[in-house]
Structure formats: C-alpha cells, structure tokens
C-alpha cells in the first residue's frame, strides 16, 4: 500500500470511529443518505437532543418528553438515525416505534433500515447485520436478534417489546381538538405501548411531538410526573439556558430556534397562517387553554355599513332535526364577500317543523337574493337538499359533508378570522348572541351559529386551494 493510500485508509477509520462515537457526525451522515439534494444545516438544538438521547442509551434519563416545532427534524432525529444509533452500537438491542398513523411509522422504519443497509453503516458497524428471514417494513431485525417493530396508536402490539419505546407525534394535528381522539391516544399509551418495555425499571421510554393542545399526549403525561421535558420553541418567548451534556446555550427572548432554516419572515407568514392559537401550540410549545375561548372578539372587523356592491352572497345553514326548547336551533348566516372580505349580513335563528324550515330557505334565498345556499349532507339536511332540488324555485345548493368533529372544523378556521376575514356589524339585533356563542366556543351552551359560520369559511379555504392546485397545473 503506497503513502497516498495509507492515508486514505487512515482518514476512512478516522472518519468511521467518530461516526461510531459522535450520534451529531452520525446523524448528518444519515440525512445525507435520506436526502441526497439537500444541505444539511446542523444547529444547537440537534446537538442538544443528541446528548439527551445519549442520556437515555446510558439509563441516566429513562422517561423523556421532547417538544419542538414541525420540520425541525424531529423524526430524523429520534425514530429514524437513532434507532439506527442504537443498534449499531449493540446489535441485541429491541426498539419498538409507534406514530398516530401506520403510514407514518412504516415510512420512518423504511428510512431507517435504508440507513442501516447503506455501505457506509456497515462500514461503521461491521457487526450489525439485518437478518434474512425478518425484513418486512414494520418489523425488521438483526442477525444478534435485536430489532426495530413499527406500529400506530390503536394498533396492536401484542407480543412485542423493546427495551427503547419511542412515541413519535402521536396525534393527528386535526384530530386533536376531539375529547374522543385526545382520550383514546392517552389510554392506549398507557395501557398498551408503555407496557411492552422489556424491563419496566431500567427500560426508555420517550415521546418526541409538536404540542397540539393542553390536554395533549405530553399533557397528559407532565400532568402525572416523573418525566424529563425538553422544551424547544421556534422563538424565545423569554430567555432560555439550556445546560446539559456537552451543550451549553443561552437562547435571548425574541431568538429563532434554527434561523438558517426559518427566518422571521417565514415564522411571521406561519404565525398569520396558522392563527395564534393554532402557533402557540404546534411552534411554541405552549398551548392555549381553552376556556379562553379560541377567537377572541378583537379578531373581527367591523361594518358601519356593507359594501354597496359585493362580488356574490352566500347563505350557510345548520338545520336542526328536533323543534323542542331543550333541542338545537335551526341557523341561516347571510354572508357578502367582497374583496377576499366575509360580511355577515344577517343572522337567522329558529325553531321550525320540516315544512316550514323548507320554506324559511326559500323565503330567505330570495330575500337576499343568495347566489349560493349550503346545507350539511346529513340527518334533516339530507331530507332538506333532496326536496329543494325538487323545486324550480331553489337558489344554488352546495351540500357540504364535514369529516371532522365542531372543535376540529373550528379551530381550522380560527386563522381567517384572526386575519380579518370576517367582518360583523357595528350593531344588529342578533350581534349580541351571535358574538357570545363565538366567543365562548367551545364551552358555550349553544353552538348552532358556530357550526353555521364554520360551514362557510371551511368552503371557502377549500375553493381557495382548488383554485391554486389548477393555477398549478
């Protein structure tokens, strides 16, 4: 071997020995594998999750909550290089995965074993090898008979363990405002995923997500204790000393957690996208609670009186099956657009039998003379679009058919309301009641006019995003 190889032979182990040591060199060598046309912008905060991850391999930490913003390679970080980490550092090692969807935690396992199959992984660790007979995409392992199972939060798990468990985003963004959603993703972690640790005392656990809502997975964790939290905001709210490991940071109020990948231009588009609430929450770690109420009444704008022409009206309902007192309402909100503005006009509330209410659309289609009328597919206003469309006198109708839950379909359309999108009167006689059920939702005793309002803006943003994904082809 001449001098020239003899070098390069030294600088390949060099480069392989810090690979084995350094979980940092390990993980950007990773993401060169998994994203080849794309620069990889290390940051303190990867370094940082690093040393508490390497906590965790040692049994120094073995509960641990990570909380940080989307697409700060949170996944790459903790379900994808990590496991890799592990089982490259000890072949016997057993990992067990989960993510709120299969989808998700098949794809992290792809990547995963995508690394490990790479020539430069077996040139680090020559000693881990993937067994032959148990490949698949969910569950694969070593030929020392350690391994990385994949499943999802409902999915079963019966059978499996790992001495490492790792809960990554363990609820759907637009799931998350259901109580039934919330309330079965905490249950199945704790009566199924953190039971299959191999050994319950010396054993890791750790959840890596996005904050969502108060009562979220972390939420219902951190309220029991006994869990490590590492907090990473995408701006300081406050200064921030985070101390631990060979990472040594003083974050300022007002700092950018990772400026080289969103500067405050981008955070800023983010923020009036998403709506504070919406950002408190997924970017800052710090959900809003929710008696709070989820608009708040400085959000709308105000009319003395509306335009004198307007680009069309639309009329949303929310019909109601039952007419008693104890029952919901029917609802009838008269919206005006003009300008990418949504004026509410009028606001009908009533109490009316099948026939009548019939009528009331018609009455009021005509009134305002309505260019489009949109009533749920569903229960009374199923039986509603089949007899209107019947009639030569019907406006327009548009049946929607919602698919998530009040608070879900809400909370999407917060954001254009806190832009300004929507614009109430200065006075009206149903101003009062409309503004108490909004601004109380979701702990208000009525909803109907909510449910109205949400109807409209939701068929909005949808024919917004139509209208872009054409522009686009």
Known sequence: MNEEDQLKDIAVRLRNSNLRKNYGQFLEACFATLNPATVYCPNWHIELIGEYLEACRQGEITRLIINMPPRALK????????????????????????????????????????????????????????????????????????????????????????????????????????????????????????????????????VVMQRLHEADLSGHLLKKGGWEHLVLPAVAERTRIYDFGQVHKTQKRGELLHVAREDKRQIEMIRRELGSFAFAAQYQQNPLPLDTGMVKRHWFLRYDAPPETWDRVVQSWDTAIKTGVANDCSVCITFAEKEGRHYVLDVGVMREEYPQLKRMVLRYAKQWNADAVLIEDKAS?????????????????????????????????????????????????????????????????????????????????????????????
């Open 75 to 206: 996944s790459i970080c903790v379900s994808v290089a990590w496991p890799a980490f592990l089982l490259g550092q000890n072949p016997s090692e057993r990992i067990m995965t989960a993510s709120y969807s299969s989808g998700l935690s098949v794809k992290h396992a792809l990547d995963c074993r995508r690394v490990m199959q790479s020539q430069w992984y077996g040139d680090v660790f020559p000693d881990t090898m993937l067994a032959r007979d148990q490949n698949e995409k969910h569950k694969f392992a070593t030929t020392a008979f350690g391994h990385r199972i994949a499943t999802s939060v409902g999915g079963t798990a019966t059978g499996e363990g790992g001495n490492f468990l790792i809960m990554d985003d363990p609820q759907n963004p637009l799931q998350v405002m259901s109580d039934v959603q919330r309330t079965q993703a905490s249950q199945w972690f704790d009566h199924t995923f953190a039971t299959r640790l191999d050994d319950k005392r010396k054993g890791v656990i750790i």
């Open 381 to 473: 206003g199923q039986s509603l679009l089949q007899d209107l469309r019947k009639d030569k006198a019907a406006p327009p109708l548009i049946a929607t058919l919602p698919k998530q839950d009040k608070v879900t379909r809400f909370a999407a359309v917060s954001a254009m309301i806190e832009a300004g999108q929507v614009v109430l009167p200065q006075n009206a006689v149903w101003l009062a009641e409309l503004e108490h059920e909004l601004l109380a939702f979701p702990q208000g005793r009525h909803d109907d006019q909510v449910d109205a309002l949400s109807q409209y803006l939701a068929w909005i943003r949808e024919a917004k995003k139509s209208q872009h994904r054409i522009r686009g082809l």
